[in-house]
């Protein structure tokens, strides 16, 4: 409130103690108070003819209200929910534009009265002042003076003290309790089900998977061996370990001379959760080798280690290093190297 | 001439009839469909976007002997998926999926074209706060 209104009111309201800004800043060029906008009168106060129509007008959208509650118990009992899937739409439909008109009904016209046919007048309101005055403030502090006195709060130490002893302790147990709320992450974030050995099978009939099943140009949505029979936390561990499993020409493989051996006969796993925010990757292009993200189009590149070619992921998928058993099944050498999914706090 | 094509290399043969229609587990396709299909197909087959211009085409309407010859040989960018990643069966059920979504319309309403939240966040902003502002208008402004 600039400094002029501020007078203005604190002689309206009589108010004897002296103006302080506090914190507020105060400009030095003022701008004037340009008062209410000059009376405009309604229609319907000028004619009767329009007060009447205004009358009827919200007379009739609290009728439609009326008509919308019957039209939705009607609605109700015409369109059965059936063991048919579609009979939800026609019930749901009927159902909620019955309400919506009966509700909406009321709002209008309860609106509209208010606008063309109650009183037609501004009002304007001044704020009054936040301090209180001296005699408030006054009988304020002979009340905690009281209280002090009668408690005896500063004449006993004994009691006082005790007291913030006790209430300090207080907090302890539900600290205790709350700290004991959720499982504590530990290093859940940084390893996942697969370990040496755990055989690559199909998401989500659990098979697993041999390499001469794996044709070029084919792709298998990959979880690990145990996956499918769980029951306990099995979408906290899929969200983790789903892979998905490519086969290329192994010269267009460019793999680093480090992780060689992490693929086999041309076939390479990785990780399918985005390192952006954790979306399922699983948008393989055939020909270009390039895997899209659909939710913010980051795109990796097959051939190259799953480096990021474009979009907002800023590390690559993590390799998961596959070979095969005596079986000829496809088996992991080993648990990721990194932690898969998004970057978080420690890493 | 399709003599001729097949003699120039192997390829997967024509499936069979008996894998084409649309009488297995619509439930299993479906949750096949979800995990080999639907990121790039959409979850209902509406189809969508790839890199730099490609996309996975819609797949309502159109006929099981495609559809099935599509997953074995994997046209464009599609990848392959063989007998021992998807079995046959599981090839019908997904054919049957995709009929049941093509016979049921769906259940929430209009769909608009399936194409999921960015349709539906559009029509939302421009219908639903449209809507808002225009009675919001209208509370504030005085009568007549």
């Known amino acids: 409130m600039a400094g002029k209104d501020l007078e203005k009111s604190k002689e309206a309201e ?178 996942t089900m697969w370990k040496k050995g755990t055989r690559l099978t199909k998401d989500p009939t659990g098979i697993p998977i041999k390499a001469s099943d794996v044709t070029l140009g084919s792709v298998f949505h990959v979880i690990p061996e145990g996956l499918a029979e769980m029951h306990e936390h099995k979408l906290e561990e899929k969200a983790k370990a789903a892979v998905l499993l490519v086969r290329l020409n192994q010269e267009d493989l460019k793999e680093d001379e480090a992780k060689k051996s992490w693929s086999y006969d041309g076939i390479v796993a990785y990780s399918k959760i985005c390192t952006h925010v954790g979306c399922p990757v699983a948008l393989y292009e055939q020909h270009t080798h390039h895997l899209l993200c659909p939710c913010h189009q980051s795109t990796f590149d097959v051939t190259e280690h799953c480096k990021v070619v474009f979009g907002p992921a800023s590390r690559s998928l993590p390799q998961l290093p596959i070979t095969v058993d005596a079986e000829g099944y496809l088996i992991a050498q080993s648990d990721f190297l990194e932690p898969v999914g998004p970057s978080f706090w420690e890493r | 001439m399709a003599a001729y094509v097949a003699s120039l290399a192997p390829g997967p043969a024509i499936p069979e009839d008996q894998y084409l229609e649309a009488t297995g587990d619509a439930a299993h396709g479906g949750e096949l469909f979800r995990i080999n299909c639907a990121m790039c197909h959409n979850a209902v087959g509406a189809g969508g976007a790839l890199t730099e211009g490609k996309y996975a085409p819609v797949l309502k309407g159109v006929s099981a002997k495609h559809v099935y010859e599509a997953m074995v040989t994997g046209p464009q960018s599609m990848p392959v998926f063989n007998d021992s990643n998807l079995t046959p069966t599981d090839k019908q059920d997904i054919i049957t999926y995709l009929a049941y979504m093509d016979e049921n319309e769906s259940a929430g309403g209009y769909a608009l074209a399936s194409l999921g939240p960015v349709a539906e966040g559009l029509f939302v902003w421009i219908f639903g706060l449209g809507g808002i502002i225009a009675i919001t208008v209208w509370l504030a402004a005085k009568s007549n």
């Open chain 1, 14 to 191: 009589g108010f004897e103690h002296e103006f302080e800004s506090g914190l507020a800043v105060i400009s030095e060029t003022k701008i004037s108070d340009p008062g209410l906008a000059p009376h405009r009168v309604r229609m319907t106060d000028k004619s009767p003819k329009h007060a009447k129509n205004a009358e009827r007008q919200v007379a009739v959208l609290f009728l439609l209200s009326v008509v919308g509650s019957f039209f939705a118990l009607w609605a109700y009992v015409a369109f059965p929910i059936t063991e048919d899937l579609a009979t939800v739409r026609a019930n749901n439909l009927w159902l909620g534009l019955g309400m919506t008109l009966s509700l909406l009904g009321i709002g209008i016209g309860a609106v509209h009265w208010a606008k063309t046919l109650m009183p037609d007048f501004e009002v304007s309101e001044a704020r009054h002042q936040t301090r209180g005055s001296e005699d408030v403030r006054a009988a304020a502090v002979e009340i905690v003076k009281l209280a002090d006195q009668e408690s005896g709060f500063s004449r006993r130490k004994l009691i006082r003290r005790t007291m913030y002893g006790a209430l300090a302790l207080f907090p302890l147990p539900a600290l205790i309790v709350f700290g004991d709320l959720g499982p504590v992450v530990g290093d859940s974030l940084r390893h």
